[in-house]
Structures are given as C-alpha cells and as structure tokens.
C-alpha cells in the first residue's frame, strides 16, 4: 500500500521533533510525525520507583520495552555484549510521543555564549575534537525565547550574573525554594556565590490552559498526574495536530531514508504497528530520534550513492557521542532537611560554568531532585555497609537528613567515542541496532574533580556533619542528555550538517535534536533541542515560503 | 488530536475519583502481575518451596527485622519470585544456578540447607559470597559476588519499591522512612484495600 505524499516527514516526536513538527505544520507544510512509542499517561504508570524512567530496573515506563529493544556495547578488552533498555548501558532516553519531556526533571536551560564557540574560548584541546559551532547564542536566542514562552517555563534569571543576556523574562514565576534550598542559598551567599531559582518547564501558575504544580516528590522520571511539566506531548504536538496540516503515527519504527536513482533522499520505510514495512515519500525528511537513534538511522540508510550511510561521506557520524558526566557531594545532616516539597531541585549556581582556572568549561551546581526510598539506598558513605541491619538503619536514619548538590559538566568531545550499528545484531524488526564505544576524555574527570570539589565544600558551609564526593568523568558518556554524534559545522570534512542541521551531501534531510551538538554545555539540554526546533523549523518554513522546495 | 483527548479525559476522571477519594488500588491485589503467566499451583511463579525458603532466609539478612519487619515479613521472597518470571526472566538460570551452589556449600561445609544455619553463620556466608572468598566450583570466575550483588539489590528493591510488585507488604518500608505513598495527591493512603 502506498500512502498519499508528503512534504515532510519528521521522525521523533521528542523535544526536538516535536517543535519542527508544530513549525512546518503552521507553515503550511503537510507534515508526518513518526514516533515509536505510543502517547504515555500518568495512569499507566504512575509513581512506580522501579518502573519509571528514574530508575529502570522493572523497566522504562515510557519506553522502549526490553522484549523488541537491544544495543550492544563494546568492553574495554574489545569484546561486546548486549545490553537491554531497562539496563544503564543502553543510554536510553525513552519512547513516547514527547520523549524525554513527558518524564525529564524539566530543567530549562539555555547555554551560555561560551558554550557556541567553546574552541574559541579555550583553545585546542590534545585528543579531543572540541570546536566552535557554525552558530553563536545571539543567533539562537529568540529560539530560546520562543520554547521558553510556547512551551512553558517558570524561573528568574536576574540572580543569575553569569546568565547569558536575554530580551524577554521568562513567563511564569520561580518556584519557592524548598527548605534545602533555603539552607543552601544561606551558606552559598556566605561563600560569595550567586545563587538562583532553577528554571523549570513546569507551571509554577496556570498557563497555556495547564494547572500549576503540585510539588510532588515523584516528578523527575515520571509522567505529570496534572500535566502541570510542560513538555512536548502537551504543548506543541497537540498544536501541530490542531493545524489539520500533522498527523502523528504512533507505534512506528522508521529503518531506513529512502533514495532514488539520481541520489535524492525521497521518504522513509517504517514498520507499522502490525509489523508491516510502508513507505512514506517527502520532499523534506526531518530527523529527530535522539544522539544514538538519529546515527543509527542515518547508517542503515546504505545505498549506490551513499555506500556508508547518509552524511557519512567522511565518518562523521556517530562521532563524538557525549553526554553529562554527573558530579557533586553529598551530606548528611543532624536534622531533618527533607519537607516532601517535589520534586526537590530548586536552586542552582553558575558560578562554575565557565573561566575556572586550569578547567576546560565546568557546569551549574543543584541541589538534587528527590532521593527515591530505593535510589537513596545506593547513597552511603563510602565503606558504609550495603546490606544488613546498618544498612536499613542508615536508611531510616537520613533520608530526610541527606541534601546532594550536584550538577552536569561539560564533556570534551572524543572522535573514538561513538555510535555505530552493529554488523550482526538486530532489534525485532530485523534492523541492525546500535553498538557503543568509547571512553570520556581525561580532561572531563579534572572537571568532575574540581566541581564535586566545590559542591562538598558548600555542603560543609551548610552544616554537613559528614560529606563525601561522588565524582563523575569515567567510562562511556551518553545517557539521557546524549549528544554530538552528527556535529553541525561549515566544513563539510569535519561535520555532518549545516548550521540549519541540514545534511551536508543531501538537499533535504535535516537532523532536528542533540545529535547537532558540538559541544552539550555544561547544562541539562532539553531546552537547547526544542530552541533547535524552532531554529530548524524556521528555516525550512522561511525557505519553503520562498519558493525552496529543497530539491 | 483524538489520543490527547482520550488522555485528558482519562486523567480527569482519575483526579476526579481521587479528590472524591472513591478511588481504591489494592496493594496485593494488583501487583499479580504484569507480564506473567499466573502461579503454580504452589501459589510461586519461578520458585520452588526450598529455592523460595532459601531466598526469604537470605532477604531477611539483606533487610533483618529489627523494630521495623524485616525481608522475610515484608515478602521479599515473592517480589524475586514474581519479577523471575517476569521482568527478571533473564536471571531464571542464574538464580537456579546460585540457589543450588548456595544449598550445595552450606551442605558440604555445614551439613545443612542455609535456612537451618545459625544467624551469625548466615551473615558470614554471605559476606564471603560478596567478597569472592567461598572455594568450589560452584563460585570461579567471580560467580560468587555477581549472584550475591543480584540478591542483594533485588532483595533491596523488593522491600523499598512498590507493594504493586509483590514485596514491601503494608508499605513497611514507606511507614519507616515516613514517607507517603503517593498514589494520590496529598492523601496518606496506607492500609487501603
């Protein structure tokens, strides 16, 4: 069967996808939305610690399952095995009509101007690809603007001097602090630090026809009973499919960018949810499936004119995967700190972004979402017993007198760390799945280092009876904030896309999420894709508008 | 648009019922279960009488009663019985092949099944199972820590997750930690059948 022509298709209906979607639709543009998953519901899942997308162990409740899902990761001796979404390794994000916004903490970051031209800044760095994008924060700012009002956020940045300069305030109050968050702000302002209000995609009063937040403790890895966290499920997908111009096909898995004879990328093949290939032709092909799917999709797309993939013409792709080392301390307390106000983050420093001596970037400083009843039982002093009467004494003992400060640190980008399809393993569907390798650049543990550093010693200013680091850097990055892997750039040699994420050799497929990132800042990245949305989505609506049909 | 509408209406009626407090979620009740076939007739959906008596026996260990209730009361044992033939489904073989090796060096070396060891005797064992210093074939090439941290971290899961999956009977762990269970907004739903 073959369906009705398109001019867009956009697979992904996540932070990224889910933006242009709504962009081209309003254009004008007749657009398909593909998403693998399926739209998730609080009901389904609830506040089910071990089946959330905080803590997988029973599995992912917004996806993807581990009966059909499976990569492969690469040992350090060379030797691989294959790891399961509910497993760590795998680096999930999750599979549902928005994505990662449905379950995020909703953190809503904008980078700073360093982070667009981290070369520029810091120089070269030995055994890393570390660059300048083809565009700075000016460029994107209004994009910013645009996700923070048509989506949702909620914060003040004027405590924030090293915030990057913005035309327009954000359009919902800060959150209050909650009582570690009062404790915190205290000993930061004591130690000359500029502490603020983390901004947040959630409603701290009604907006956009959405109740505000309730504060509940389970946030950070669930689905909203109120639907007061704004992600794109509930703002800019349903307003693509109010144009008429959108339809979204759930329980779609896309394998391959379709090419015609001359070379031109015409459409994609999925499989629907019965398992049956399609075909679906577009004039634009829009991909927005995550750091790890976005590659794997392009490198499945083998044919005559593009022998190793599309955009691989000099093995970019899947290059520089990256994410966010997590780093900090944690302290204990002599008095109850924890008042149950959720989802627990809600102040944050930035003081240590950038321009700290002898580190390449650095990262923002929280105190972090809630400690979960089983997440908190791997958090104990180091030697502390991990089992046994202690064990549950502990447990009793400081889950309301523990306060972690924590932040993301900005990874230095590693050409070997990468995303490939593996030559012999394949998903349900019979499509090869994506192999991980790769180690983190040794500058990201001085990193780590230097910030956990700083997190214990503000926890100590706070009253800490006993503190400890965990410090972060080590291994594969990826994970939830993954990152890098079709770099946009000028030089077609040494980046996949364009600076509008259009793909260097082909006229018409664009990249649309993290995948874009040279560098991932040091700041959780949601908001940066959605500003990418609209960047991408204004292009193409612009060019199409003109008469640029991208053929 | 017709999914966003079914979802939004879903979740009225759900705050709706929960404001109304009409809404009733049975903690046992539900949890059986996503995923599985259904019980044997022993009631157990993996393990058999001694494999789950073995597994009570060393949750109680990872969790011990003290003024709180302990692995064993909380049903820790059902929560690993439960995922095994479930989520778990992947550790069936290992599960069979550590239960045994347990059973076969506490017989060897105390001439009983580890449910019938002492206390103290129990605690040691395992702390040899978790450093790596049991002999035997049974427990070579780091057999013996992998199994131990499986035990461990299911027995762990089992007592602070959700009664939904078989362990943390009456919400003890919740209660202890003074925490709500937050099936609903701001209502303490305890003992709810």
Redesign the interface.
Known sequence: MSNKHVNAVVVGAGAGGGVVAKELSEAGLSVILFERGD?V???AH?????NSQRTT???NACGPD?DRYRRVLVNDDGSSHIV?P?ENDYNNVAAC?GSGTVSYGAMAWRFMSEDFHMKTTYGNVKGSTLDDWPITYEDLEHCYEKAEWEIGVSGDASPNPFAAPRKKPYPMPPFAYNKEAMMLETSMKRMGLHPFPIPMLRNSVPYNQRPAC?R???CCGFAC???AKSGTH?TV??SA??TGNCE?R?HCVVSEITVNESGRPTGILYFNQEGNQQEQTADIIVISASATETPRLLLNSKSKHFPTGIGNRYDWVGRNFQGHAYTGAFGLFEEDIFD?IGPGATIAISDFSHHNTGIIGGGILANEFTRL??L??GIRPPGSP????AH??F??KY??RNVQVVGPIQEMPVFDSRVQVDPSIKDFWGIPVVRLSGHRHPKDVEGCEFLSGKAEMILKEAGASTTWQSVGGKGLSGGQHQAGTCRMGNDERISVTDRYGRIHETPNVFVADASLHVTNGGFNPALTIMAFGYWIGEYISKEWKKGNHFA | ?K??NK??R??FI??TALSAGTLTISAGGLSLIEGCSGPHKSGRFFLSDDEYHLIESVAE????T?E?P?GKDTRIADFIDI?LA??YR?FQQVYRKGIAAIEDTCLNKFHTIFKDLAWDVQ?EF?QEMETGTLSGDNWKDGFSGKFFELL??H???GF???P??GGNKDFT??K?????E??T??QNRYGIQ
Do not use: A, C
């Not at chain 1, 609830?46 to 071990?50: A, N, S, V, Y």
């Not at chain 2, 202890?176 to 709500?180: A, F, K, Q, R």
């Open positions: 739209w519901s609080f009901d609830d506040t089910d610690e071990l162990v029973l599995g581990d399961l509910s009509v309730v509940r403790r389970s009973p109120l639907n509930n997908i349903p499919l109010s979204l759930v149950d009843p089983y908190f039982t991990t089992w046994g009467k549950k004494e447990q009793r889950f309301r | 648009m999914n966003q979802l939004s879903r979740e759900k705050i260990q990872i969790i011990p003290d709180w302990g995922q479930g989520p992947r605690t395992l461990r971290s027995s762990l899961q602070y997750g959700s939904r999956h762990s919740y202890m930690i003074g925490l709500d937050v099936q907004l701001g």
